[in-house]
């Protein structure tokens, strides 16, 4: 089978990041023992925007597959790609690869945008003209769900104030095709497209945070070789960005 299911997606399968930020208001009432962190982040069950997690975890993947890899937010070591493709009422932070050790990246985000970043994520995903039987739903998913599902050290932090279990923010995408451009990550011809494609990850949608300065740390560990992630944003929150 010619699809991302390979050491091409494993190197994708540990894409991680942290997300946070101090907001003036929460969506819905946050339990009696929620951290400042809980508060600021869509609970699993609120659409952000909106848009399902599923949703918005699709979206995640056409974004950084669309960049050119020598300015992919998933390699980038010190934040200057973080504006890299980005546009409209959500800013995607990557996380990285499972093999490039600890990261800090200092961003600055436009002031107004909701953030979206997995803890943890993988995506399985076939070309056109791989066999029918490996171009199926079911087929795709048993390829990424149990790894991300077996993902564990799952831990996030905005501004110093964990978050609760990450764990309870796992999702899988809705079906979703991309077609890769010039330069992709994954080497392949400019035009190629990868239908179907499904993810499996932790990911974390905060509402807009205030202006100013805030921290973003996140860290996962992926078995069978997935490889560990530690990522920290050092974000600048601006007008106008």
């Not at 509402?207 to 944003?233: A, I």
């Amino acid at each position: 089978m010619r699809s991302v299911n390979s050491p091409l997606r494993k190197r994708l399968a540990g894409a991680a990041a942290l997300l946070g930020a101090v907001f003036a208001t929460a969506a819905s009432a946050p339990a009696a023992n929620a951290t400042l962190a809980d508060v600021l982040i869509y609970p699993p069950s609120v659409p952000p925007l909106g848009k399902t997690y599923s949703t918005h975890a699709a979206n995640w993947w056409k974004w950084v597959l669309a960049q050119p890899a020598s300015k992919s937010p998933l390699t980038d070591t010190d934040g200057r790609f973080c504006a890299q493709g980005q546009s409209g009422s959500v800013w995607y932070l990557a996380g990285s690869f499972g093999d490039a050790g600890s990261i800090t990246r200092t961003c600055t985000v436009p002031f107004g945008k909701t953030i979206i970043i997995p803890v943890a994520n993988g995506l399985a995903a076939a070309f056109v003209d791989d066999p029918p039987a490996q171009r199926t739903e079911a087929y795709l998913r048993a390829q990424v769900t149990p790894q991300l599902k077996a993902a564990t050290n799952l831990k996030a932090s905005l501004d110093g104030s964990a978050v609760t279990n990450p764990a309870r923010y796992f999702e899988q995408s809705v079906l979703f095709s991309t077609t890769l451009g010039a330069g992709n990550i994954y080497d392949l011809p400019a035009g190629t497209q990868l239908s179907p494609a499904v993810d499996a990850g932790y990911y974390l949608a905060i509402y807009p945070p205030l202006l100013g300065n805030h921290t973003l740390k996140v860290s996962s560990t992926l078995p069978n070789g997935g490889g560990s992630v530690d990522v920290t944003y050092k974000l600048k929150v601006a007008l106008g960005g």
